[in-house]
């Protein structure tokens, strides 16, 4: 599994595993397949982990801290569903996605559900501050998403708009995890900050590299069709820096007229271009910025994995 | 207004109206303008209406009340707009839905958005045994959403899967404002069961008579699409009374085999029979036990008003 190389959490993430699924229940026989289905199909867990990381820096509530953990992992399951109905996907993670599987209303609903079960969990642990916290990561997840379809097939959307809605849909989660987890732990103001920072940050590099992986990458290795971004209006950092920065820009807005004909011809454009490598730089310097944010916590091997991760973002081919 | 009737708590609601509309804010300018489009829409407020007056009979903490108020008002808008997005519905009290004007991607999102309101506005008030009730009520609707859906075009749904489903859909959220008032007002536990089961009661009647009115009422009194229910294979009670004790039982089956074009014929067998006066029957009996449930608080002036609002539930023609 991905968290071999980490012996020093590995344990308690195998453990968090059962826990989560416990978490995952439904009386409905429907919701409780689709739930179960999303849960087993896996992921990383990468939020729950980086609460937990975060959450060592200082006095470990273990329970308070798997409660949050499996709260924004249960909104990100939520956030998933509601994503695929917007995208209309058909594939998550080499899976069926719930609404491929049980429809568009199922997957409305078994998202709804998941939402609530967040702050069902959260109700048993977590103080009002949390509470709030987590109220406003999701109310932004939403309006980037809102904001994200608003801007689709726009081709004067801007790189602040774009790093704008990235942070929205994947990096606040990533900063909420470590902000919750140092906050937990007891840390001081400026160590939260430098935390919840790094957490930003490695979203932010996370997001586009995924975003290059659109173009880069078989739909098969990555579990979802290819180039699905682009053909449904969405421009990532690869498209507009084409736009905007090469001489191809004009030929790459007149293909994008007509982007799922065109969509090997686009691709070449990009993959031709200097795009991709531009977009890897911007993840880089993201995550030097990650690094550079927790240097203060240097020694604590806890440090050592949270750099490992940083590093994993920008260096990972999945 | 709806509670110019009511003068002992007319202006209260007036007041709630303006904080709940200041409630209602996102720095996203589409959701703000379908949350606005949908809170002016109107809606009598039964739910707040409900928690303040059943709240008045203890103690009354004004502050906790609005909050609580705001916040189930909020989940049920974030309920309606997801329920349009599953009924694929035009038209709400009059108005354009907010998947109609604005497409299904945004209804989804703006939905989630006001879910997380509730809890937003909870966190700040709510004890965490008031988060836990909401949370709950929460889920079992979303359950009851799924299993409406999955109990479409079956001719074998039962009573019993038929009370079920309106209970989780419209009793627990009426329930719940009333067990929730009665809860802040610091009444005795049997006080707060009696306050609660009548909300249930009121609950499930209005349920009743809105099926009714899918019969019996032209779609422009009513501000939504007429014969909205069977046509997408949700049978109500008047279509199980028919099927399952009228002669014209097999006839009904066999015209719901195709719903769309039967829906006149469907019509007239349901108002030719007996299914309307026995659904409006069930309906009153409902009503009874309501205030039966809550003889034990007779004399208070509200006493009067919950009174006066279970026969208005089964006496209203809109």
């Not at 689709?152 to 994947?170: A, E, H, P, Q, W």
């Amino acid at each position: 599994m991905f968290w071999d190389r980490f012996p020093l959490i590995k344990e308690e993430i195998i453990e968090f595993e059962d826990y989560l699924q416990s978490s995952l229940v439904s009386r409905q026989p429907l919701i409780q397949e689709a739930i179960c289905d999303l849960a087993k199909s896996g992921g990383k867990r990468v939020r729950p982990a980086l609460l937990m990381i975060t959450a060592k820096f200082g006095e470990y509530k273990k329970k308070e801290v798997w409660s949050l953990a499996a709260a924004l992992e249960v909104l990100h399951m939520a956030t998933l569903i509601h994503d695929d109905i917007i995208d209309d996907a058909n594939l998550r993670r080499g899976s069926q996605t719930v609404q491929a599987k049980y429809g568009k209303d199922v997957a409305v609903f078994a998202g709804d559900y998941l939402f609530t079960l967040t702050f069902d969990i959260l109700a048993g642990e977590a103080t009002q501050q949390q509470l709030k916290q987590v109220s406003k990561v999701i109310r932004q997840i939403c309006e980037g998403e809102i904001q994200q379809h608003q801007d689709r097939y726009n081709l004067d959307v801007t790189y602040k708009g774009y790093f704008k809605r990235i942070k929205s849909k994947t990096a606040l989660l990533f900063e909420g995890s470590c902000a919750l987890g140092a906050g937990s732990a007891g840390l001081s103001k400026a160590q939260i900050r430098d935390l919840a920072h790094y957490g930003r940050y490695i979203g932010m590099a996370f997001q586009l590299v995924d975003d290059l992986f659109d173009f880069s990458k078989s739909s098969s290795s990555i579990g979802k069709p290819e180039g699905n971004d682009f053909t449904q209006g969405v421009y990532t950092l690869p498209i507009l820096y084409t736009l905007y920065e090469s001489s191809s820009g004009k030929k790459l807005a007149e293909l994008l007229d007509d982007p799922v004909d065109n969509s090997q011809e686009i691709k070449e454009i990009i993959t031709n271009n200097s795009a991709l490598d531009y977009t890897m730089k911007i993840a880089k310097d993201y995550i030097n910025k990650a690094k550079d944010r927790i240097k203060g916590l240097e020694g604590n091997p806890y440090h050592q994995i949270l750099t490992d991760l940083a590093d994993i973002v920008v260096n990972r081919d999945y």
